[in-house]
């Protein structure tokens, strides 16, 4: 992790650059357009459509959604990721151009008429979207945590100033914190976390809890996977690691702190004892909005805060010991190198797994682990070594489940 020196902070340097054709309305392509993220993307885009102009649209399986979204905000490219999908009838628009497989999901990253690339893939598998959008010297809204947690090390070297726009709530909140700071490190960051629907729970009462209590996550609409590791808290870990690449922070430099209300999204502190705290509505579409419209803000139809209706502000230290998986991955961070594409690998591969019952909650924590044991951390080298440690520590993932399953 270390060598990370672009972050989003060199953007607010140059925010004279970024509004250069700001009259123009920012031409994106979403990815993941049916999913939670880029459903409420859409929804921004339908709100400000002077502003965002949707050119490209992909989608893993769900061609029914991708094709009513092309048609409405008339998109000309659409991708389909799983290039095995039956279309069992369904048209795309008319006039549209439609690929199928992950190299097509990617290329619409490369689309010359696209300004800026929504990445709201789930998993691993928006990692080379990433790096193809930074490459191109595209700027990339990154909803993807996954991408900066496997390939950070490769990724924030690509990321020109200003481009990188974090949408990722927390760290969405940390840069709108730090912009016109003009560059000043902070002395530390809070990450603030929910604590899921299980906060406050001890480890025994963690035993045998069920899909539909986890699924049930007090504040967020978020998709499933997500809201999975919301519960184990490795969503948190995860975005420790997304920050340390973000803000170019020493692990010892991000805290993390339990926030049950979730109207903090994050905390900056500076060097003097000043914090600085982004607050507001949780709704996903503001973050995104903000990665959109940066430096400039719109108006959003989200109902705001009332401080007079608000009960309190309350808040917790996190418990890595009941949640093994935050503890998992502090450790990842710590041991850097390769060991959060393992992490991440094998949690992916849990989290499917508890999402189709075949294992319980705390074999998500209990196979990672076991995976993180079983294979040795290295330097990050390029993308081809990732994906291939990535497929190694899926089948080790699947190996561990499937003698442990119930
Ligand atoms: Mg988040």
Known sequence: MTGSVNTPLDGVVNQNLLKMGSDLPLRVAVLG?????????????????????VIALASHRNCGLLFDAAKELKADYLAVGDATVQLDGLKPPAGVELAFGEAAVVALCLLPQVDMVLNALVGEAGLRASYATLSAGKRLALANKESLVVGGDLLMPLAR???????????SAIFQCLTGEDGIKPARI??????????SRSRPELVGVSLADTLAH???????????????????????????????????K??????PQSIIHSMVEFADGSCKAQLGPTDMRLPIQYAFSYPDRWSASVEPLDFCVLSGLSFEAPDPQAFGCL??????????????CVLNAANEVAV???????VGFL?????????LASLGVERVTSLDQLENLDRQARVAAAEYLSKSGR
């Open 190 to 199: 809070w990450l603030t976390a929910s604590g899921g629907p299980f906060r």
């Open 161 to 171: 100033p200003g481009a990188m726009l974090p949408v990722d709530s927390e760290h």
């Open 254 to 259: 991000i805290r993390v702190v339990v926030h």
């Open 363 to 371: 074999d998500i924590e209990r196979c990672v682990e076991s995976v």
């Open 352 to 358: 499917a797994a508890f999402l189709e019952g075949s």
């Open 327 to 340: 503890r998992l991955a502090l450790d990842a961070a710590r041991a850097g190198g390769t060991a959060p």
């Open 33 to 53: 357009a049916t999913g939670s993220v880029g459903q409420q993307a859409l929804d921004v885009a339908r709100q400000h459509r002077d502003r965002v102009q």
């Open 218 to 252: 007090p504040n967020w609409k978020m998709g499933p996977k997500i809201t999975v590791d919301s519960a184990t808290m490795m969503n948190k870990g995860l975005e420790v690691i997304e920050a340390m690449h973000l803000f170019a922070l020493p692990l010892e």
